[in-house]
């Protein structure tokens, strides 16, 4: 039976491990609070601190590269010191399309330096998103990894950068060691940098807390892609926040990173926390469930980076011996079920659970400071639950036009105050930032940031996560925009229309992507189904394609025009309409399969592992 309320006894029962954290906590709420944004203290002077305190301790593992903080910082500096000779400066923005390596970080930690800021493409987009994300930013110029060159090539043609030579190439090597081959018509970055010193770079208007670091891609709740600034300031509260009032990570602690550093939770929320404490990130390029715990052990790891469906797959291994033996006992993350969290932390021996819920773009967070089961935490930030329209991220407004707030328990739509202390970021697109913010909520003249999630109060500001709402829907880990796919689809030239939803499947975390279409000319017989599925592998990350397709004759809409997605989101894959035909994306295939009444019987068995 999972836990729906938290009492004062059972927040009792953690304090003495609080007492034990007091020094760290102490420390981290000092980081936590800073509110100067002019104060000059950044993701680069964190590294310079700890290759100063921890010079010759571990700051960075991949497969058997280990770098200590010395090594780490000069590599990053010889990045800053290229930049800076290329022109670039404070303000200024590159692309960085890497998979998960040192490459990646000693990018971010480099540029950093002198206050260029580095936008983190997304590895799983192509074709037209790419291209979207990185127009959106302007950049300078781009870092490429030779292990997606392809896929940049396929759009560098529609692309355009500030900087006379913007192409740049870092090889699939160790590439402080291995230039590796240099295509034709790119600047081979790691054979550039190694002429360079490896000193900290003196800049006369170096970047300040409340400049921009990094720019991470979120869905956003519609259309294409949306890039949320996020300034030093993010990595300063992680690294109080989680690092050492939550985690107390020390120099002696390994993290695991096995999530995509283009993402918040891996960037800010894992490497900040790792910052803190003089600790090592442990990275694997892509996260495997066979390997995780060989990985554990081979990097002596203390703390791993989770999303709830990697908790899930780890849990559907068998059971094994060693399942203990490990010296694992934190994870920090978010999305992890209440239905698993308990065996999972049985199971595999973890005492602290770290769930937190925040947006990359958010004012506000929530951290499971007391380790409590089935709660992303509490926070110190102002917020409300609100009454809500079913379905939707809009907030019902009385007949005074005032917000509602929901009784204790009940679910409610999650408003994060705006305020001088907790400042809004948004997105790089104005009209977008205006979107996510309700004004005159519950007085005049007041703003609150909304990001669309439903949560529930537990008890004692603890909150637990309940759906997120409105056009996006989670799969893999990933959130997906509704509005993106149904355009790319809309695209394909084989539709006339198309809705995108997401509906559950027994046994999986998140909602798999569905879309009910209509063919060209309605001609449902003639859908070629694996031409679509081409033009999605082509066009969309895997997460983010429809694992089911309904094909029919016409999709229902109200007197106002707008899809019955609630009737089809209901309807999900069954074969209940005799005239549409419905097809699956089954794992390890690389085509849709028409869905047939066993297929249907096995998917609802769980027999399937999705």
Same mark, same amino acid.
């Given at each position: ?67 200590? !903080?010395?090594?780490?910082?000069? %590599? ?16 200024d923005s590159i692309a960085v399309l890497l998979e998960n390596r040192p490459e990646l ?25 790419? &291209? ?13 990894? $030779? &292990? ?24 699939? @090597? ?71 009032? @939550? ?23 894992? %490497? ?35 999303? +709830? /469906? ?16 490990? =010296? ?32 990359? /773009? =958010? ?24 009454? !809500?329209?079913e379905g939707t991220r809009d907030p019902i407004r009385g007949d005074k036009g005032r917000? /509602? ?11 994060? *105050?705006?305020?001088?202390? %907790?400042?809004?970021? =948004?997105?790089?697109?104005? $009209?977008?930032? *205006? ?12 703003? %609150? ?27 893999? +880990?990933?959130?997906?925009? @509704?509005? *993106? ?11 006339? &229309? ?39 592998? $082509? ?38 309409? $005799?005239?549409?035909v419905v097809y699956v994306w089954l794992p390890k295939t690389q085509e849709y399969t ?17």
């Open positions: 039976m999972t836990q729906d309320t938290i009492s004062v006894g059972d927040l009792v029962r953690q304090l003495p491990g609080v007492m034990r954290r007091a020094p760290a906590i102490a420390k981290g709420l000092y980081y936590y609070s800073i509110e100067n944004d002019r104060k000059a203290l950044t993701l680069g002077t964190l590294i310079e601190r700890n290759a100063g305190k921890y010079g010759s301790r571990p700051a960075v593992m991949c497969d058997d590269r280990r770098l200590t !903080y010395t090594e780490f910082n000069a %590599w990053a500096n010889r990045i800053a010191h290229y930049l800076r000779a290329q022109g670039l400066k404070k303000g970080l000693a990018m971010v930690a480099g540029a950093a330096k002198i206050g260029v800021a580095c936008a983190m493409l997304n590895t799983s987009q192509k074709g037209k998103v790419l &291209e979207h994300s990185i127009n959106l930013i302007a950049p300078q110029l781009i870092i490429v990894g $030779e &292990e997606l060159l392809d896929t940049f090539e396929n759009v560098r043609g529609h692309v355009a950068f500030g900087h006379s030579s913007p192409y740049h190439f870092v090889p699939d @090597t160790d590439s402080i060691h291995d230039f590796g081959r240099t295509p034709e018509g790119y600047i081979n970055l790691a054979q550039k940098i190694s002429g360079y010193r490896g000193d900290n770079p003196t800049v006369r208007n170096g970047p300040r807390l409340g400049d921009t670091a990094v720019y991470i891609y979120t869905s956003g709740t519609t259309g294409l892609p949306k890039a949320a600034p996020g300034s030093h300031r993010k990595f300063i509260k992680a690294y109080g926040g989680f690092g050492l009032m @939550t985690l107390n990570m020390g120099p002696s602690d390994v993290l695991y990173c096995t999530l995509p550093l283009y993402h918040a939770t891996a960037l800010l929320v894992c %490497w900040g926390s790792v910052l803190s404490g003089g600790s090592a990130i442990a990275m694997r390029r892509k996260f495997s469930a066979t390997e995780f715990w060989n990985d554990v052990r081979r990097y002596g790891a203390t703390t791993f980076g989770y999303v +709830g /469906e990697l908790c899930r797959y780890l849990l559907n291994q068998p059971p094994s011996p060693d399942d203990r033996s490990h =010296g694992l006992t934190k994870m920090i993350g978010n999305g992890l079920r209440p239905s698993i969290w308990r065996p999972f932390k049985e199971r595999f021996g973890v005492e602290t659970v770290a769930e937190l819920y925040a947006s990359s /773009e =958010g004012n506000i967070g929530f951290s499971n400071f007391f380790n409590m089961d089935n709660t992303v935490g509490f926070t110190t930030a102002p917020y409300a639950l609100v009454k !809500y329209h917000l /509602e707030k929901v009784k204790q328990g009940q679910p409610g739509l999650l408003l994060g *105050e705006i305020t001088a202390k %907790w400042a809004f970021e =948004g997105y790089t697109q104005k $009209e977008a930032t *205006e979107q996510s913010i309700l004004r005159d909520v519950f007085k005049k003249g007041d703003a %609150w940031f909304n990001p669309g999630d439903v949560l529930k109060e537990i008890g004692w500001r603890h909150l637990q996560f309940v759906d997120r709402m409105g056009d996006t829907f989670r799969w893999k +880990g990933e959130n997906v925009s @509704t509005t *993106e796919v149904e355009n790319i689809i809309d695209e394909s030239g084989l539709v006339e &229309e198309a809705i995108v939803y997401g509906v559950e499947i027994p046994g999986t975390n998140g909602k798999a992507g569905m879309v009910t279409l209509v063919p060209q000319q309605g001609d449902i017989v003639a859908f070629d189904a694996r031409k679509l599925f081409n033009y999605l592998q $082509e066009n969309l990350p895997p997460y983010a394609i429809p694992v089911f397709v309904r094909v029919t004759s016409a999709i229902e809409k109200t007197g106002t025009f707008k899809y019955k997605k609630v009737d089809l989101k209901k309807a999900g894959h069954s074969l209940d309409r $005799e005239d549409d028409r869905l047939d009444a066993a297929l249907v019987k096995q998917i609802g068995d769980g027999e399937i592992s999705f």
